[in-house]
């Protein structure tokens, strides 16, 4: 059975940090690419980092020179560090984890509040 279960959600003032991590079981850690996506209600579920196989990493511009995705493969978790965070990052964030264009799995989800 497959698991994707993220942590490290919470409430944060703007100018602030937090780290997600999300702790994969039942894949093969390394044969995936993992993401990180966000949404909030009544809108679409937004692509923030990606991290290939071979580490490459890729960010929305929104979030460019403030996040950071990184994989630790010996430990099958993916983080997010996020710094200088802003009200509009506040979201519910996902885990994604894809093998192929047909497998792909996601977590439930941490809520992230970026408020004063």
């Known amino acids: 059975q497959v698991q994707l279960v993220e942590s490290g959600g919470g409430l944060v003032q703007p100018g602030g940090s937090l780290r997600l991590s999300c702790a994969a079981s039942?894949?093969?850690?390394?044969?995936?690419?993992m993401d990180w996506y966000r949404q909030n209600p009544g809108k679409q579920r937004e692509l923030v980092a990606t991290v290939s196989t071979s580490g490459a990493t890729d960010y929305a511009d929104s979030v460019k020179g403030r996040f950071t995705i990184s994989r630790d493969n010996a430990k099958n978790t993916v983080y997010l560090q996020m710094n200088s965070l802003k009200p509009e990052d506040t979201a519910v964030y996902y885990c994604?984890?894809?093998?192929?264009?047909?497998?792909?799995?996601w977590g439930q989800g941490t809520q992230v509040t970026v408020s004063s």
């Open positions: 039942g894949i093969i850690f390394s044969n995936h690419v």
């Open positions: 994604h984890a894809v093998r192929s264009v047909i497998i792909d799995y």
